[in-house]
């Protein structure tokens, strides 16, 4: 069973900081990530996707990613009171079964006022 | 919602009874996927497709059907609900096996 590791959290910064979340994969030949933003009672959106190694920018978001350690990172710099919802990581697997996308539980971010 | 539509939105079932979930594209993608979620077990894959009449099994299989006869439409039935069934279930859909997936905006169901 290929598994996605996240910190279930809650995981709680003031307006303004950087929140840091993390996530660990077991499935070495895995090529995508994508970390998805869920709010309460909502369907999950894409934030990043990325693909090699090292760091990618959009807007205050940056990914990490490091195969070596099988290890993938979102940094969100600016916190926002609206940045408070459920990030998800999210791994595709390799080999046969590269159709599938397995889904950490998820860490609750809460950025606070 | 990336052209994808889910149907019903909401359902209250009873335990025995046959439901079948549907879920709508209109963005001509290969690939189309059921998940569902529950408190503690995040999102679990019940089955997927590549392809027309092309499905396959997730971690979450038992006790759900899939078919897909055209390529925009991918439905999914409980065959005998049970209260274990109780969750939001969520369509996906991607165009490439590295590209990310879009949701639907699901569909809770309630079997009592």
């Known amino acids: 069973q290929k598994e996605v590791e996240q910190n279930s959290g809650p995981l709680s910064v003031p307006e303004g900081a950087i929140a840091s979340l993390n996530c660990t994969y077991s499935d070495r030949g895995s090529q995508s990530f994508f970390w998805y933003r869920q709010y309460s009672g909502k369907s999950p959106e894409l934030i990043m996707s990325i693909y090699s190694n090292g760091d990618k920018e959009d807007g205050r978001f940056t990914a990490q990613l490091n195969k070596a350690s099988q290890y993938v990172s979102l940094l969100i710099r600016d916190s926002q009171p609206s940045d408070s919802a459920t990030y998800l990581c999210?791994?595709?697997?390799?080999?046969?079964?590269?159709?599938?996308?397995?889904f950490g539980k998820g860490t609750l971010l809460t950025v606070n006022p | 919602d990336a052209g994808i539509t889910q149907s019903p939105r909401h359902k209250v079932t009873e335990t025995g009874t046959p439901v079948t979930l549907r879920c709508h594209q209109t963005?001509?993608?290969?690939?189309m996927y059921w998940y569902r979620q529950d408190p503690g077990h995040g999102l679990r894959l019940i089955h997927y497709s590549y392809g027309v009449k092309d499905t396959d099994k997730g971690e979450v299989s038992d006790g759900y059907s899939v078919s897909r006869s055209k390529t925009e439409d991918f439905l999914l039935t409980l065959e005998s609900a049970t209260s274990s069934q109780t969750s939001v279930y969520f369509c996906?859909?991607?165009?490439?096996?590295?590209?990310?997936?879009?949701f639907g905006n699901g569909t809770r169901l309630t079997v009592t």
């Open positions: 963005e001509n993608h290969r690939y």
């Open positions: 999210a791994v595709t697997s390799s080999g046969g079964s590269n159709y599938k996308l397995t």
């Open positions: 996906a859909i991607r165009d490439s096996f590295n590209s990310p997936l879009h």
